[in-house]
């Protein structure tokens, strides 16, 4: 069953991706994933994910961004975090990190790139933390950079509508 995501977001996704179930392609710990087959080729299809979880506020994003890493770790035969930085604000702060890993897909060694994206939206039950990656080959990654940072510009939470009358 695929995972619900802490708080409702709306996006809009690049041309040439699709969403498509998690479930579907055997990755139900995320609530979200667009491939690009447009760009695909070498056996794997650039993809992005978004998963999210509540977090106390007092858990800086690099730390999560580090147990991220720590996950990656545990399945890959090498990982190795790139250049990372902190933006944002203080209510809703923002933490990437660039991760290059070499992992087995289909029986064979795969060298893939991430960009990782943790956003974090300050509300009333906590704090909700989003995840959202980019993977790809390295090759494919010039191919899809610009596409992933034009999505994460339109990354927001979901805005209310009321009724006539304030009722929801």
Do not use: C
């Not at 039950?125 to 999505?151: C, H, K, N």
């Amino acid at each position: 069953m695929t995972t619900m995501l802490p708080v409702p977001i709306e996006f809009s996704l690049p041309e040439g991706w699709r969403s498509v179930d998690p479930d579907e392609i055997g990755t139900p710990e995320v609530a979200f994933v667009a491939l690009h087959p447009g760009a695909g080729g070498g056996g794997f299809t650039p993809n992005i994910t978004i998963a999210g979880e509540l977090r106390d506020a007092d858990v800086p994003l690099s730390r999560i961004a580090e147990e991220s890493i720590e996950r990656l770790r545990s399945g890959a035969h090498e990982v190795k975090v790139g250049r990372t930085s902190e933006r944002g604000t203080a209510w809703n702060p923002v933490y990437t990190q660039a991760v290059r890993l070499a992992v087995d897909l289909s029986g064979q060694r795969q060298h893939l790139v991430q960009y990782q994206v943790f956003m974090a939206f300050a509300g009333a039950g906590g704090r909700a933390v989003l995840r959202i990656v980019l993977t790809s080959r390295l090759e494919q990654f010039p191919q899809v950079i610009d596409d992933y940072q034009r999505f994460i510009e339109t990354i927001r939470p979901q805005q209310r509508t009321t009724a006539p009358g304030g009722m929801p």
